[in-house]
Nanobody, 114 residues
Framework: QVQLVESGGGLVQAGGSLRLSCAASGISIYAMGWYRQAPGKQRELVATITRGGSTNYADSVKGRFSISRDGAKNTVYLQMNSLKPEDTAVYYC??????????WGQGTQVTVSS
């Protein structure tokens, strides 16, 4: 059974930082990533990282967010700096297995106040 357990969301003032974590179990991981969904908007990619360490970022977070992974722990992190009110959303962890099956976490709320 695949499980993705997220942590680290919360309320922060604009300009502040948060670090999200997502621990995966029951899956042989090809890639992991973070997506977000703001009220009334579609879910969008934030950042992804492959098992080999290749990363991809949405233009809106480049230079502010950093994704990393601990392969031994099957855990992915999202360091979010210089947060803006427009970063407010529910952030979802995603894990993709080698057969390209995709799994989602339950989501964690990030709220940035102005």
């Amino acid at each position: 059974q695949v499980q993705l357990v997220e942590s680290g969301g919360g309320l922060v003032q604009a300009g502040g930082s948060l670090r999200l974590s997502c621990a995966a179990s029951g899956i042989s991981i090809y890639a992991m990533g973070w997506y977000r969904q703001a009220p009334g908007k579609q879910r969008e990619l934030v950042a992804t990282i492959t098992r080999g360490g290749s990363t991809n970022y949405a233009d809106s977070v480049k230079g502010r967010f950093s994704i990393s992974r601990d392969g031994a722990k099957n855990t992915v992190y999202l360091q979010m700096n210089s947060l803006k009110p427009e970063d407010t959303a529910v952030y979802y962890c995603n894990a993709e297995s080698w057969d390209r099956s995709s799994y989602w976490g339950q989501g964690t709320q990030v709220t940035v106040s102005s």
